[in-house]
């Protein structure tokens, strides 16, 4: 019968196995796949995020690519009218805020003879130019003399203005030819570019209204590493598409990605669910199909448990019934140690032999291994440990400060006995063991008081080799010897002293 159940535990045991293997690969095979799927899918809507991305910056590249060629193509028709007036623009003003109406992006038009800044138009603002020297100046030089040395149009910047504010500054170089024909560096025709306003006429903000964030970076001469000095926003941007912008001895970099990102976020949850019900679906199925074999076994095995539930209960109730056994017996030691206690009180009148005699009948006629008794030299004096009977142990570690404590007059009102257990129960708390005690085999320890009259004279100490030995009734029973031991005190002392004391009366009742 036991081998036929453990078998079927058994098969029951690896058909759970291939049900939880086969429904966990299930799950995890189409989980894999809408995985996949999702991924592709992923894939698919990121490429084409990011080619409608490319296709607008593209476009906005080169709308910002055309706006500055146009902005720029100023300085060449200052340049035209200076060769003209050999050096000289009548009337530089009003020409001036006329080119700024035709050329759209530019914020000022300046002259720079000699490379000083000699006209600005509008003044206003720009008054901190005046006088400014190009080629002097080592933070703005260097794009100077790239255009003298190269005679083309140089873009400086996008760098801190001396006036104040951010922006990029063309510059021409203006060559007039001298008295023989060679060509002789005049100074510079420059236009003025300030990047906020260059932005705004270029519609790049509005690319923030499409969903996007943007950057606009150049290549410094300096350091050589990218600088951003426009964008939508702090930081780097996630993934983005680049976009590169040729412009006069440099090039710009358009970077763009989505305010929201390539997928919306809700796709992934909505993806993750999907997969999620799907598998767990598929995972369902085939654990229905492959459960009913173990759902018979399960029958079978509950019957099985059924009857060995009726047998563990018959056990229990055996174990139950031997501990009962043996609790009455120890009882009944125990009504044999207080009935020959009380005989020996009612016989001996010395006080060292009465507690030797209630030693050793406390080990001999209890069971226990080992008892002690010890009384004060005087109230609230040293403990002395007159008897002992049983196993020759010394414990001076437990006949130290717990029974001292006990022992004192002023202990704990209602604090009567110590209970301590190697093994601590829930239901009965009791003090841990010392270590020598538990080296020396025992697990449990009960100390009781002795008192004689209101005074507390000493300590009676049982040991026991169980843990959580002593029950109520024991520990009622060896309270009950306690009070005996302690009324026998007062006799032989009364008796000392010549006075008359009351009889022993009653004796245990078995």
Known sequence: MKQTATGTVGDESRLQFRLRAYSALAFLATLAICVACAFVGWRAILLYEQKAAEVIAANQGSVLQDHLNRSLSATYALASVLRHGKGNIAHFDTLAQEMLKIYSGISSLQLAKGGVITEVVPLAGNEKALGHDLLQDPARNKEAFLAIDTHKLTLAGPFDLVQGGLAVIGRLPVFLPDEFGADQFWGFATALIRIPEFLVTSNLPRLIESGYDYQLAFIHPDTRQARVFAGSRQGELPSPVIQTIDVPNGKWFLSIAPRNGWVHPSLFGAAAAVALLIATFVASVTRTVLQQPILLRREVAARTEELAHTNRGLKQEIIERERARQAAAQITRLYNVLSHTNSSIARIGSRHQLLQEICHATVEYGGFPLVKIGLLDEPGGDMEWLTQSGQHVVLPQCDGARCQALACDNAMP?????????????????????????????????????????????VFSVYAYEANFFDSAQLRLLQEMSDDIGFALDQIERGARGEAGPALIGSAQL
Request: proline residues 4%; positive net charge; glycine residues 8%.
């Open 414 to 458: 209602g604090l009567r006995m110590v209970v301590c257990s190697r093994v601590q129960h829930e239901h009965e708390p009791s003090a841990p063991t010392c270590r020598e005690a538990q080296a020396a085999g025992f697990s449990s320890h009960v100390m009781l008081q002795i008192k004689v009259g209101a005074r507390v004279a000493g």
